[in-house]
């Protein structure tokens, strides 16, 4: 029995390295195999779409941070001015016309 054991060990290590050589293709390979390269393919794929989208956006931000909101930061201010001062003239608070007058022209320029 001991014999046949070792036989057996020999016998499968003999086949194992049968096998390793042969590269398996869809014909036959298992169902299983085959759906799970293709789903880690596609998962590898949307991981590295969305790396590559995450990437774009930080610049897309970047770029607007740095070159583009400094701009246009003047006008802003100007046109929440503007509106504070239409905000105070429709709740009844005394407002100087001349001023939203002068703020509106600015805004407008």
């Given at each position: 029995?001991?014999?046949?054991?070792?036989?057996?060990?020999?016998?499968?290590?003999?086949?194992?390295?049968?096998?390793?050589?042969?590269?398996?293709t869809?014909?036959?390979?298992?169902?299983?195999?085959?759906?799970?390269?293709?789903f880690?393919?596609?998962?590898?794929?949307?991981?590295?779409?969305?790396?590559?989208?995450?990437?774009?956006?930080?610049?897309?931000v970047?770029?607007?941070t740095?070159?583009?909101?400094?701009?246009?930061?003047?006008?802003?201010?100007?046109?929440?001015?503007?509106?504070?001062?239409?905000?105070q003239?429709?709740?009844?608070?005394?407002?100087n016309?001349?001023?939203?007058?002068?703020?509106?022209?600015?805004?407008?320029?």
């Amino acid at each position: 029995m001991n014999d046949q054991s070792a036989e057996k060990t020999v016998n499968q290590s003999v086949v194992k390295e049968e096998r390793m050589g042969e590269t398996k293709t869809v014909y036959n390979a298992s169902g299983g195999e085959v759906f799970w390269k293709n789903f880690l393919a596609g998962f590898g794929r949307a991981l590295g779409s969305v790396f590559v989208y995450l990437l774009f956006l930080g610049l897309i931000v970047y770029l607007f941070t740095n070159y583009l909101f400094p701009q246009i930061k003047p006008w802003l201010d100007q046109y929440a001015k503007a509106i504070e001062v239409l905000t105070q003239q429709k709740g009844g608070q005394s407002g100087n016309q001349q001023e939203l007058q002068q703020m509106m022209e600015k805004l407008y320029r």
